[in-house]
């Protein structure tokens, strides 16, 4: 019997959509018009508008999305970014790039986010941005950090890599501060295989980014080959654009697909002992990006890694979202950081679990999941 195992993530690219994909495509290959086209264009728009946001910049990944807005900010060597060591490492990479130093804040334990209280904490005359993100999509306490920021004069770049389309309080994410990034690698709610979205309201920083992702090209006179500024080739590719542009038409049926596989979960697992839910503010707006649950405090790194083995001998895909940043070597070296420096973000990075997560995840699905946890859970007990 061949055995597939259930994936952690899978795009979800119906019919309509796939077959939208390949027209554009199509069009594309036959009059050779493959990257700055109307396709970026119109993924722009639709980013932008999901976001509530004036203009849309498209870029080659996430991490050169955040890398352009750290410059066009001008922030660099000398100055610090208040930011999270519970993300993905772009987060941090993104402002090592430019010399600027990350100060980490440690996290509320109740939402995986910056705690407020922490981020005003770290702020210091040397500081020039925040740079918070919606871990796995929850949106709580960005309201808090754009006080923080007006109050101190400080920018705020919004990590929402994990968050599009989701809403809290009315507020749809990639609205806070001055600008925010979008992510589209496959495992993210939609994708265009490599890419990502800087979103903004500002003019002149739609300019600059436009003009860095593309070589420092102005967009105005000049010409091709004048290059006002430093630059990169951050260019997004026009079939990348159109397979976003096509799952962008859905945007709110992936959402609450993915809603729903969520709280399957939530119902499949509410009786399970030894674990934590994931914390999800305004379920019912919420975008989610992964479903991630916490084991209690007693069990340990160890008893996890015995756990994710269990659950992969079962055919259930797992991951241990995300490891403290802090605690990557090369980040260690660079600022020095330590075991012990940020309690809650490695008490929770010791225990989270990403269970498989996709819109159209069936019940079925869920129950063999969750079989598969309980029984690992014991097993992990039992050695303990
Ligand atoms: C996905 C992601 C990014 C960007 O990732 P790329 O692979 O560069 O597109 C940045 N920050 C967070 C929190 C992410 O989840």
């Given at each position: ?5 259930i994936?952690?993530?899978?795009p ?16 594309m ?5 493959l990257?700055i ?16 946001r004036?203009?849309g ?13 750290v ?27 430019e010399?600027?130093?990350?100060v ?14 922490a ?10 941005a ?13 309201d808090?950090?754009?006080?923080i920021?007006?109050?101190h ?8 890599c994990e ?13 806070f ?7 589209f ?17 500002r ?5 600059l ?7 420092g ?25 159109a397979?976003g542009?096509?799952?962008?038409r859905?945007l709110?049926?992936i959402l609450?697909?993915?809603r729903?596989a ?14 934590h ?13 992964v479903?991630v649950?916490?084991?209690a ?7 996890r ?12 895909s797992?991951?241990?979202?995300f ?8 980040v ?11 309690p ?10 990403a ?10 699905c ?6 598969a ?6 097993a ?5």
């Amino acid at each position: 019997m061949t055995y597939q195992p259930i994936p952690l993530a899978r795009p979800d690219l119906d019919d309509d959509t796939v077959a939208d994909a390949l027209a554009a495509l199509e069009l594309m290959l036959r009059d050779g018009r493959l990257s700055i086209g109307p396709h970026l264009e119109q993924l722009e728009r639709a980013v932008a508008d999901a976001a509530g946001r004036r203009h849309g910049v498209g870029v080659s990944s996430g991490t050169a999305g955040l890398h352009l807005c750290v410059r066009a900010l001008g922030i660099g060597a000398g100055d610090e970014v208040v930011t999270t060591p519970f993300s993905f490492i772009a987060t941090t990479n993104c402002l090592l790039f430019e010399g600027a130093k990350p100060v980490f804040a440690d996290i509320d334990p109740e939402s995986y986010n910056l705690d407020p209280a922490a981020v005003e904490a770290a702020v210091t005359p040397r500081t020039k941005a925040i740079l918070p993100v919606e871990v796995f999509g929850n949106m709580a306490h960005f309201d808090s950090y754009e006080t923080i920021a007006r109050k101190h004069g400080l920018a705020l770049i919004e990590d929402c890599c994990e968050a599009l389309g989701g809403k809290l309080g009315g507020r749809a994410a990639g609205s806070f501060g001055e600008c925010g990034v979008f992510a589209f690698y496959p495992n993210k709610q939609i994708t265009t295989g490599e890419g990502g979205m800087i979103i903004t309201d500002r003019d002149d920083m739609r300019d600059l980014c436009v003009s860095m992702r593309n070589q420092g090209r102005d967009a105005g006179g000049g010409g091709w080959l004048a290059h006002p500024r430093l630059g990169y080739n951050y260019r997004m590719a026009e079939p990348c654009a159109a397979i976003g542009a096509a799952q962008m038409r859905r945007l709110e049926a992936i959402l609450s697909r993915r809603r729903e596989a969520a709280k399957l979960y939530d119902s499949v697992l509410a009786e399970v002992p030894g674990i934590h839910l994931p914390p999800m503010a305004e379920r019912e707006n919420a975008s989610w990006f992964v479903y991630v649950i916490r084991l209690a405090d007693e069990f340990t790194r160890r008893d996890r890694q015995v756990i994710m083995e269990h659950l992969r001998a079962r055919g259930v895909s797992c991951s241990d979202y995300f490891a403290p940043i802090h605690l990557q070597t090369f980040v260690r070296s660079e600022l020095g950081t330590r075991e012990g420096d940020f309690p809650q973000t490695e008490r929770i990075g010791a225990r989270t679990i990403a269970l498989p997560f996709f819109g159209g995840l069936t019940e079925q699905c869920a129950e063999l999941v969750r079989d598969a946890l309980v029984e690992s859970l014991s097993a992990a007990a039992g050695k303990a």
